[in-house]
C-alpha cells in the first residue's frame, strides 16, 4: 500500500510532564518521517498526534508508550482519525 498514511491521537497518562517528553517525541517522530504535534493538557496527560506511514506511526507509538528515561507512561489511550494533511512536528 504505497503512499497510504495513517493518524493516531494518543493520550498518554503517568509520569509525562516534566520530563522532556514532547521535545523528545518530536525528536522521534521527525527521525521516522512522522508529522504532528505533542501537547500538554491541563489534567497533567500528553495528547500526541501523528500522521504519516502507517509503519513509522507505529513505530512512535510505540515509543510513546515508553518515552524519555525519565517519564513513566502508565496508559496510553490511542483512536484512529482520517488523516488531516500535516506536515512537520510540533511542540505546543
Known amino acids: 500500500m ?3 498514511v495513517a493518524r493516531r491521537r494518543l493520550v498518554l497518562h503517568g509520569r509525562v510532564q516534566g520530563v522532556w517528553f514532547r521535545d523528545s517525541a518530536r525528536h522521534e517522530a521527525e527521525r521516522r518521517g512522522v508529522a504532528g504535534w505533542a501537547a500538554n493538557l491541563d489534567d ?3 495528547e500526541v498526534v501523528l500522521e504519516g506511514a502507517p509503519e513509522a506511526v507505529a513505530a512512535v507509538e510505540a515509543w510513546c508508550g515508553v518515552g524519555p528515561p525519565q517519564a ?3 496508559r ?3 483512536t484512529d482519525e ?3 494533511g500535516l506536515a512537520g ?3 505546543r
Open 44 to 46: 497533567g496527560t500528553v
Open 72 to 74: 513513566e507512561v502508565e
Open 89 to 91: 512536528f510540533s511542540v
Open 76 to 78: 496510553v489511550d490511542a
Open 82 to 84: 482520517p488523516p488531516a
Open 2 to 4: 504505497t503512499g497510504a
